[in-house]
């Protein structure tokens, strides 16, 4: 919520923090909130407005929490923003997805369903930006699959980001594809990680099971 409030009310400061390198923010926040409690010795950090003091030293302590999903989404977002294409609730929804709570992704979800195809697409393009900076992509993965079962269009966006995460993948993701209703767009990604040197090898042999039931039927 302090985040939330800081990107509403003081959307500069909010802007300056996000476009931090991620290894820079926690150092920047700990100056920040030490400069809200008025610490000794404490200054404003050059980046950051004035008018920021009160929410600065205002309760709970963000600089050591893990803040780099929200925060690597919204300087994804800022970097490709152009008018209306990008906006802060689309950030929120794609946290939520990407999250580690399932009731919150399957709502995230059922919310991003109810936009036009075209800001679907928008929207599953920015969270498969996020794939390389998350610590793995299982759920992008599972939500995502998901999602194109809703959406078909966006099936193209799914088996390409597989693709590029080829070496990434669980055999959960290998097992959703199989199971989707657009199977049939997944084969050339299935037949990859079947082939593919290097692979992990539970997902080889899940997608070996996957192409070979294919070629069964």
């Avoid at 008025?38 to 004035?50: F, K, L, N, Y």
């Avoid at 803040?67 to 919204?74: E, F, R, T, V």
């Avoid at 390389?132 to 599972?142: A, E, I, M, N, Y």
């Avoid at 998901?146 to 269009?153: F, N, R, V």
């Amino acid at each position: 919520m302090k985040l939330l409030l800081l990107e509403d009310l003081h959307r500069t400061s909010f802007e300056a923090l996000a476009a931090t390198p991620q290894s820079d923010r926690a150092g920047l926040l700990a100056a920040w909130e030490a400069w809200g409690r008025g610490e000794e010795g404490s200054a404003r950090p050059d980046s950051i407005s004035d008018d920021t003091q009160h929410w600065a030293g205002s309760e709970p302590r963000l600089a050591s929490l893990n803040l780099s999903l929200y925060l690597n989404l919204a300087a994804t977002l800022l970097n490709v923003r152009s008018g209306e294409e990008a906006s802060d609730a689309l950030i929120r929804l794609i946290t939520d997805l990407l999250g580690e709570g399932e009731a919150s992704r399957e709502a995230a979800l059922v919310q991003l369903l109810e936009l036009s195809e075209p800001e679907q697409r928008a929207a599953m393009e920015f969270a498969f930006k996020q794939g390389r900076r998350l610590p793995d992509v299982d759920v992008l993965f599972q939500m995502s699959i998901k999602w194109a079962d809703q959406t078909s269009g966006l099936v193209d966006l799914v088996a390409a980001g597989a693709l590029d995460h080829l070496h990434r993948l669980d055999p959960g993701t290998v097992a959703a594809m199989g199971a989707s209703r657009l199977r049939s767009d997944y084969l050339s990604v299935l037949r990859r990680l079947a082939a593919e040197d290097g692979v992990d090898e539970l997902v080889r042999n899940a997608a070996r099971m996957e192409t070979e039931q294919t070629h069964g039927n």
